[in-house]
């Protein structure tokens, strides 16, 4: 049986370890998940490793430990009907990975942030991401980003 406890914790490790990647572009090292989880052993990362690695959140390659694409996955809920007043469950259908579905030829496509207003008219506002696919042709009414004159 789990302890909720322990749960909470490791969720929070774990939320606590993603952030960290995304914002440093690597794995921490050891001395900095203790740092990060506030704990004074290495023994107790070693633990939190050990069910990251039994869950499939991360696998060990060459003696460097590797984020798996499921530690991004995020809950995908119950239908709602749109235009109709509806009550929410709780009720997680299953666990999707972003990438799977927003990401359909990662060798031609990337992300780029809007800047500027121009585009506000559009609904493109500053701060939003985009997902470009240069390998895609135009076509009437697509909205592209061009290179003209050095630009």
Same mark, same amino acid.
């Given at each position: 049986?789990?302890d909720? $406890?322990?749960e909470s914790? #490791?969720?929070?490790r774990k939320?606590? *370890?993603?952030a960290f990647?995304?914002?440093?572009? &690597?794995?921490p090292s050891?001395s900095? +998940?203790m740092h =990060?989880?506030a704990?004074?052993t290495k023994?107790?990362?070693? *633990?939190f *490793?050990?069910?990251? @690695?039994?869950?499939?959140? @991360?696998i060990?390659?060459?003696? $460097? &430990?590797?984020?798996?694409?499921? =530690?991004f996955? *995020?809950? +995908? #809920?119950?239908?709602?009907?749109a235009? &109709?007043p509806?009550?929410?469950? %709780?009720?997680i259908k299953y666990? !999707?990975? !972003?990438?799977? !579905?927003l990401?359909t030829n990662p @060798?031609s496509q990337?992300?780029?942030k809007? /800047?500027?207003?121009?585009m506000i008219? /559009?609904?493109l506002?500053p701060?939003d991401i @985009?997902i470009?696919d240069?390998?895609k042709?135009p076509? =009437?009414?697509? +909205?592209?980003i061009a &290179?003209? %004159? %050095?630009?």
């Open positions: 049986m789990s909720p $406890k322990r914790i #490791y969720e929070e939320a606590a *370890l993603k990647f995304q914002e440093n572009g &690597y794995f050891f900095e +998940m =990060l989880f704990v004074k023994s107790s990362i070693t *633990l *490793l050990e069910k990251m @690695l039994a869950q499939g959140e @991360l060990r390659k060459q003696g $460097k &430990y590797i984020l798996t694409d499921t =530690l996955n *995020l809950n +995908m #809920y119950e239908s709602v009907d235009g &109709y509806t009550v929410m469950r %709780d009720e666990r !999707v990975n !972003v990438q799977d !579905v990401v @060798l990337f992300l780029v809007v /800047a500027g207003e121009s008219e /559009a609904g506002i701060g @985009l470009v240069r390998k042709v076509r =009437l009414g697509d +909205m592209v &290179y003209v %004159d %050095d630009e």
